[in-house]
């Protein structure tokens, strides 16, 4: 089993890798200026994810199928929550106000979708493998309130300004709480294919681009720039203690296999790749966030597989 979770995840990683390596590639050679990465950023969060979103949740969803679909939210709520404790412990560990708020962001929030989705469809069954699909899709609706609302806030933060409640309907939170209240009214059912064809399509152009932009602004990063300290506390918390502590709750108390392998898979994978194009979107120097993306996937190619085989293995006995 460890092997199999070694070479799945080292294939995911990879794949990430390959596209960010095609964004450091573009700036590097010029191909793609400074401005253009900019436009890029805007375009990922105003218009490709919340097309996203938008399209999932309005084919896939619905509350009569999954009764205790609010669940999930609440268990992602959980794990960010837990993420911003552990965050905080080692944040007195980090030098300057932005770099301890770019790191707690880093520590918080995880790259939810991207890695479990194509994890889960390599290694399980076919008879578990749609619910899980749901399980992380309905994971991703509090995922995605709370890192485009509490998560943008902390990154957008300035030492004397004030809380602004338009921060929080961005347009990923503005997409996701539409599509709920349009399945909710029943009206989904009147919005015709030949409109969702194309947002699907525009949506799933987000993952790419994403990519590229994490690619891209590791382009800008000086090696003797990278911060070895705030990134070997990085890793330790976000690689080592986060899917740790889950491995205890989830034995304590003999959580469901499916429902155990989401809390330790969203709590073993890397910081969120989104994460660079939200700093880079809101024209905030890139302190850590980069390299710290960076440095998680790296590290996630050995400590992913290690602790989805230590769950499979306590699940076993």
């Not at 560990?93 to 770019?102: A, N, T, V, W």
Request: positive net charge.
């Amino acid at each position: 089993m460890f092997l199999e979770s070694f070479k799945v995840t080292g294939t995911a990683v990879a794949q990430i890798f390959f596209l960010g390596a095609l964004g450091y590639f573009l700036i590097r050679k010029k191909i793609l200026a400074e401005e253009g990465l900019n436009a890029l950023s805007e375009l990922v969060i105003d218009v490709t994810l919340p097309l996203m979103i938008f399209s999932q949740l309005i084919k896939d969803f619905s509350f009569s199928l999954y009764p205790d679909w609010w669940i999930f939210p609440l268990i992602s709520i959980a794990v960010t929550v837990t993420g911003l404790i552990v965050g905080f412990a080692f944040m007195g560990f980090i030098g300057g106000g932005q770099k301890k708020l770019q790191f707690l962001n880093l520590v918080a929030f995880q790259n939810s979708g991207y890695l479990p989705i194509p994890l889960v469809a390599a290694f399980l069954a076919p008879d578990k493998l749609s619910a899980m699909f749901i399980y992380i899709f309905l994971f991703l609706l509090g995922f995605n309130l709370v890192m485009f609302s509490v998560g943008l806030y902390i990154l957008s933060y300035a030492k004397n300004g004030k809380f602004k409640m338009m921060t929080l309907l961005n347009p990923p939170v503005f997409a996701t709480l539409a599509s709920l209240a349009l399945i909710f009214l029943g009206l989904n059912k009147f919005i015709p294919e030949t409109v969702l064809s194309p947002m699907r399509m525009m949506g799933n152009c987000t993952v790419p681009l994403a990519m590229l932009v994490v690619g891209a602004n590791l382009a800008m990063i000086r090696l003797r720039d990278i911060d070895a300290k705030a990134m070997l506390l990085l890793a330790s918390a976000k690689l080592i203690i986060l899917p740790a502590l889950g491995l205890l709750f989830i034995t304590k108390f003999r959580i469901p296999e499916l429902i155990g392998l989401l809390i330790i898979l969203q709590l073993a994978v890397p910081s969120a790749t989104n994460l660079s194009v939200i700093i880079r979107s809101y024209k905030k120097e890139d302190l850590l966030i980069s390299q710290g993306v960076f440095v998680t996937h790296l590290g996630s190619i050995v400590t992913l597989p290690l602790f989805l085989s230590l769950y499979f293995t306590l699940k076993a006995w």
